[in-house]
C-alpha cells in the first residue's frame, strides 16, 4: 500500500466520521424537536407517572446534557433504553433485527451481482441476438417493478397459489422469497449496467490487439475485458448492498421478518424515539461503510484511478 493510497483512506474514515457525527446530530435534534412524549400515548399513565419515567430516561434534562450524554453513550455502544420493549436495550435489539436483515441483505446482494454479471455478460456477448433480446426485456421489467410489488407477487404465486414455501420468513425455507424479491432490482440494474460497459470494452483496442494475436476469446472475456467491465458494477455494488439492507422495510413487513425494517416500522408506531434514533444511525453507518468498501475496491481494481 502506497502512502497516496493509505492518505486517501485515512481522509475517507474521517469523512465518514464526520458523516456520521452529522447523521447522529440531525437524528437526535429531529427525534426531540417532537412535543409529544413517547409514553404520553399511553392513556393510561398519569402526568406524575410519565414525568418519573421521563426522569429514568433521562427526557428531563436539558436537551444539550442529553445530546453530550447520549454522544458519549453511543462511544461505548450504548444506544440507551428502549421504551417500547421494557426492560430491552436498543444495541440488543438492533444486533438480534440485523442477524435476520443481514442474512437476507447479502445473500440478494450477492445473488443480484453474481446473476447480473452473467446475464450482462451474455447480453453483450450475444448483442442483437435473440437471448440478448430476452435478457433486455426482463431486465427492463424488473427495473420498472418495485421490490414491494415483487414480493407481493411473488407471495400470491408460491405461497398462495403453489404452496411451495411458507409465508413467514422464520419458517425452514422462508428466507428465500424476501431475499428473491430483493435481489430482482439490483439484479436487473447490474445485468444492464454490466452489458453496457462490457460492450464498451470490447470496442476497445487492446481488446482488438488480443483477438489480432491469436489469443481464445475466453481468455480475452476473462482477463481482459470483464476484469475492466466491473468497474461501474463495483462503484454500485456498495450503494445496492446499503440499499438492500436500508430498503428492505416493506419487504420484511410483507413476510413478518424479524430484521431492522420491521423494527424500526414498529417503533415508529409505537413511538419509540431511542430505538428510531438507534436503527437510522445504524442503518446511517452501514451505508457510509459500504460506500467506503465500495470506493476502495474501485481503486484495487483499476489502479489507473487518480486518488487526488
Known sequence: MNSKFALYIV??????????????SITFFVMHAIPASPFSSEKAKSDATIAALEAKY??????????????????????GLSTAWVGSTVFDLVKGGFAYSARI???????AIVVGIVLGS????????????????????LVSLP????????????????GLLPSRATDPGGLLLPIV???????????????????????????????????????????HALRNALSPV?????PMMAYILTGSMVVENIFSVPGLGRLFVNSMLRTDYMMIMGVTIFLAFMIILMNFISDVLYKVVDPRIDLS
Open 181 to 223: 424479491s430483493l435481489s430482482l432490482y439490483p439484479m436487473a440494474y447490474i445485468t444492464r449496467l454490466c452489458r453496457s460497459s462490457m460492450l464498451d470494452v470490447l470496442g476497445q483496442d487492446y481488446v482488438r490487439t488480443a483477438r489480432a494475436k491469436g489469443l481464445k476469446n475466453g481468455k480475452i472475456i476473462f482477463k
Open 11 to 24: 481522509k475517507r474514515l474521517l469523512l465518514a466520521i464526520l458523516t456520521i457525527l452529522i447523521v447522529v
Open 105 to 111: 441483505g447479502f445473500s440478494a446482494g450477492i445473488l
Open 122 to 141: 451474455i447480453s453483450a456477448l450475444r448483442r442483437g441476438k435473440l437471448a440478448d433480446k430476452i435478457i433486455q426485456v426482463i431486465t427492463t421489467a
Open 147 to 162: 421490490s414491494f410489488v415483487a414480493a407481493t407477487l411473488l407471495l400470491l404465486v408460491f405461497v398462495l397459489k403453489l
Open 58 to 79: 433521562g427526557f428531563d434534562k436539558p436537551v444539550g446534557v442529553q445530546f453530550l450524554n447520549y454522544l458519549k453513550n453511543i462511544c461505548k455502544l450504548d444506544f
Open 234 to 238: 463495483i462503484t454500485y455494488a456498495g
